[in-house]
T-cell receptor, first 111, second 110 residues
Framework: EDQVTQSPEALRLQEGESSSLNCSYT??????LFWYRQDPGKGPEFLFT???AGEEKEKERLKATLTKKESFLHITAPKPEDSATYLC????????????FGTGTLLAVQP | DGGITQSPKYLFRKEGQNVTLSCEQN?????MYWYRQDPGQGLRLIYY???????QKGDIAEGYSVSREKKESFPLTVTSAQKNPTAFYLC?????????FGSGTRLTVV
């Protein structure tokens, strides 16, 4: 069964304190791993798609990496505006093309 | 700008009442999805449609119904058979570059 586990559930950082969020997954035939940012009361906002082990993508203070079993979202020198819930999802080889989501990591960056 | 519009933003349902959540997209995407989000749980798939006039049940379809009469529209009806409908509902569409989500509808039973 396809499954996504994110850790930690919550993370509190000081402004400028770099850290990483983890997304472990099991999926039959990975077609893509997705990272989203979600602010309270809003829909998920797309950040990255990773397709194969070894791939990396960057956007401002965020960098996503992928191995055969997990993905990391590295946050470098975070700012308070980076505070949000970060969701990881995988798309397997099934016909539905549906996304399987983790429960998310709630990030709070204090000034 | 292209995107997905969900309405209303907040919806209140009385016991035994059916309610319909709207989802409209102008991205020209064929595939559309409805997800439910509850605190402490990942998004769960309710229904999906990969083409007009066709849709399939997702993982938690009981108590819900959908229609797909137009490419742009994929409304979700929460029926009285759904025993615990209070949740945040998200509509999404899938294109070549990935999935786009709407801003969500928060449904509360009163």
């Amino acid at each position: 069964e396809d499954q996504v586990t994110q850790s930690p559930e919550a993370l509190r950082l000081q402004e400028g304190e770099s850290s990483s969020l983890n997304c472990s997954y099991t999926v039959s035939g990975l077609r893509g791993l997705f990272w989203y940012r979600q602010d309270p009361g809003k829909g998920p906002e797309f950040l990255f798609t990773l397709y194969s082990a070894g791939e990396e993508k960057e956007k401002e203070r965020l960098k996503a990496t992928l191995t055969k079993k997990e993905s990391f979202l590295h946050i470098t020198a975070p700012k308070p505006e980076d505070s949000a819930t970060y969701l990881c999802a995988v798309q397997g080889s099934g016909a539905t093309n549906k996304l399987i989501f983790g429960t998310g990591t709630l990030l709070a960056v204090q000034p | 700008d292209g995107g997905i519009t969900q309405s209303p933003k907040y919806l209140f349902r009385k016991e035994g009442q059916n309610v319909t959540l709207s989802c409209e997209q102008n991205l020209n995407h064929d595939a559309m999805y409805w997800y439910r989000q509850d605190p402490g749980q990942g998004l769960r798939l309710i229904y999906y449609s990969q083409i007009v006039n066709d849709f399939q049940k997702g993982d938690i379809a009981e108590g819900y119904s959908v229609s797909r009469e137009k490419k742009e529209s994929f409304p979700l009806t929460v029926t009285s058979a759904q025993k615990n409908p209070t949740a945040f509902y998200l509509c999404a569409s899938r294109g070549f570059y990935g999935y786009t989500f709407g801003s969500g509808t928060r449904l509360t039973v009163v």
